[in-house]
């Protein structure tokens, strides 16, 4: 398996498949771009070595567009939200990664949280905000739900009066937070910022709006080298099983039979198809407005 996941999290899932199962499984880890290029570098070269890939939905429409990916049909499809799934069925999504705003609760009063985005243009955040390096889709999904023009205008404000400082990783923003570097982060994960919480660090997490959210998901390979052992970990994966290890590391799944806390919430689903046809623009207005801001 090729994953960008991290191999605290998916190495428990794999090991509750091993132990069903009795296939072993190995695993390497990247950044979602370059378990894609390694994929696809790979099969152009007739290297035919990963059985699945489990990553970001754009990354797995990529490979779908690219004729590497398997459709596969499992009985537990019936179960999946429908914004994960693909007409094509070559890839599904096993679980959201939902962007989330988090605070430091010891820099942070929970009277002074934002509750429009607004407010952060206020002088009291001022060198106390901080971002993910390449968030592009957030800011996709912000723009669909309060306007293009209006949110481009809102953090061109935010940039100008307060700054926000822009950090590569999303782990990492997560652990500036607890740190109290960066006391209000605002795409964060929030299973992440979930899990340094439970593990008793000084942070928590709210949204503002309509979460935006994007599947990520699981590809089986075609001509895996182990085929049946990749539709094995696809069914496995999307079973209320193994969805509710995922909730149980704070995951969000996607089967409608896992209760989270994020049920409650509304969520703005992007479509990765979408994104990523529009990616270029997207990319190009996100880094205009926070990573090479002046």
């Known amino acids: 398996m090729y994953t960008s996941g991290q191999a605290e999290d998916f190495n428990v899932l794999a090991k509750a498949y091993e132990k069903k199962y009795g296939v072993k499984v190995t695993m390497w880890r990247a950044g979602s771009e370059k378990v894609l290029q390694r994929a696809v570098t790979e099969a152009r070269g007739g290297r035919y070595s990963v059985d699945v890939v489990e990553t970001n939905g754009p990354e797995l429409e990529m490979l779908q567009r690219e004729g590497l990916a398997q459709a596969v049909k499992s009985p537990h499809l019936a179960d999946i939200i429908p914004a994960a799934k693909q007409p094509h069925g070559e890839w599904v999504g096993t679980r959201l990664n939902v962007y989330a705003l988090a605070y430091n609760t010891k ?91 439970n593990d008793g660090a000084p942070i928590d997490w709210f949204v503002i709006g309509k979460a935006v959210a994007r599947p990520n998901g699981v590809a089986v390979m075609k001509r895996a080298p182990h085929p049946h052992a990749a539709v094995l970990w696809y069914d496995f994966e999307l079973s209320e099983e193994a969805q509710r290890v995922l909730a149980k590391r704070d995951f969000v799944p996607t089967n409608r039979k896992v209760e989270t806390p994020l049920n409650k919430v509304p969520l703005l689903v992007v479509d990765p198809k979408v994104m990523l046809e529009q990616q270029a623009k997207w990319t190009k207005l996100y880094e205009e407005l926070f990573v090479k801001q002046r």
Do not use: C, M
């Open 107 to 197: 820099a942070v009063k929970k009277d002074e949280l934002p509750k429009r985005y607004e407010d952060l243009a206020d002088p009291r955040w001022k060198g106390r905000l901080g971002i993910e390096a390449d968030d592009s889709e957030w800011l996709a999904g912000l723009a669909a739900q309060f306007g293009e023009a209006h949110v481009v205008e809102l953090f061109k404000n935010i940039v100008q009066k307060n700054g926000i400082s822009v950090r590569r990783g999303h782990t990492l923003l997560t652990q500036l937070v607890v740190s109290g570097e960066v006391p209000l982060a605002l795409t964060v994960y929030n299973y992440k910022a979930e899990q340094f919480k």
